[in-house]
Each structure stands twice: as C-alpha cells, then as structure tokens.
C-alpha cells in the first residue's frame, strides 16, 4: 500500500523502463476511459477493425501524452491500463465499473455528476467546471473509492447490483439502470444476428 501523506501520485507512466510525462487530471482520464470502452474491438477481425484500434490506441496517447510515443502501441496500452487503477491496494473497493458477477454498476460517462456531487459533499473538494487546476486521477479514484454509503452514487451503486427478489430493490434498480450501451464488438455481434434472422 502506498503512504499517500508521504507519497505524491505520478506525473508519469513507465513503459519498458522508460518514463513519459502524462497528462494527470481526473476529465482526461476519464475521457481515456470512455473512449477505449466505446471505441476498441476486444479481438478485431477484419483489417478495418485492426486500423480502427490502432487509431484509437493513438489517439488515447495523444491525451495522455499530447503524442504518440515510439514504443510498441500494446505496451503503451498496458501501462494506461495500469495507471488508470490508481493507487496500489491491498483491499478492494470501488476500482473498476463491475460487481464480482459482472454487471456494470458505475458509468463514469453517466455517474459523473453524481460522483463530483458525492466527493464534494464527503471531502468538500470542488471537481465541477468551476475547478481550473486539475486534479490527480489517482486522488479522484481514491476519493470515489472512499465515498460512505449515504451518497445517492453509492446507492445507486448497491441498487444497480441488487440481485434478490425484493420488489422494492427491484423498482430501485429499474429505475438507476445504465442505458443500454455497446461496445464496437457487441455491435458487430449484432449486426451479424440481424444478417442471419432478418426477419426477427
């Protein structure tokens, strides 16, 4: 566990040894997020798919570096991924957008608002657009990580993994669910089940 009193998060990502200046602040690294999520195939068939994630791969390097590094575009990949958990930690907590059984219980797309809202009421740090220096993204994943369970983010969260049959729990959840969403792969799928039953 890293002592964060004594500790400064990185200004940096390591890629084979080498370290290169990243852009930190919490919006970019959400929109890196978003954009890898919403834009890579997970296993890219056709030569269309390939050149569609080597765009991506690009372009998720200029946000976060302002250009392409002359490292293998994989590696580069990685090491985001890496720094994009934050903190290293030994116990569990809010770090990725999935409960143990796979359903999607966060969107930083759509949540947004509600965790700004959540952080500045626990920690009294102000994220919305009145902010103009930017704010680590490993301090911001800490602070979502801590949210207490009276935030209406952390409900929501609870409400969306909710898998019993209460009725109540279940109106609950209807009512936060994530729009229905598809990666670039799941769309593919789709259309593929579309071309075989076009009448269905």
């Known amino acids: 566990m890293v002592d964060i009193s004594t500790t400064p998060p990185p200004n940096y990502i390591a890629v084979n040894g080498t370290k290169y200046e990243t852009h930190t602040d919490f919006r970019i690294w959400r929109d890196i997020i978003v954009t890898a999520q919403e834009n890579l195939y997970d296993a890219p068939e056709t030569d269309e798919e390939i050149l569609n ?87 911001f994943m800490l602070e979502f990580q801590t949210l207490n369970d009276t935030h209406l983010i952390t409900q929501m969260m609870r409400w969306r993994s909710y898998d019993g049959k209460d009725k109540e729990m279940i109106r609950l959840r209807s009512r936060v669910a994530l729009p229905e969403e598809y990666t670039k792969g799941e769309l593919k799928l789709l259309d593929q089940i579309d071309e075989m039953f076009p009448n269905a």
Request: no cysteine; aromatic share 14%; glycine share 6%.
């Open 53 to 139: 994630n080597w765009e991506t791969l690009a372009e998720l390097q200029r946000k976060a570096f302002s250009r392409v590094l002359k490292e293998s575009a994989v590696d580069v990949f990685n090491a985001m991924l890496e720094f994009a958990k934050g903190y290293p930690k030994e116990s569990s907590g809010y770090s990725q957008d999935e409960d143990g059984d796979g359903k999607k219980i966060f969107s930083l797309k759509h949540d947004m608002n509600y965790i700004i809202i959540a952080i500045r009421n626990q920690s009294g740090i102000d994220l919305s657009y009145n902010r103009i220096e930017p704010f680590h993204w490993w301090l």
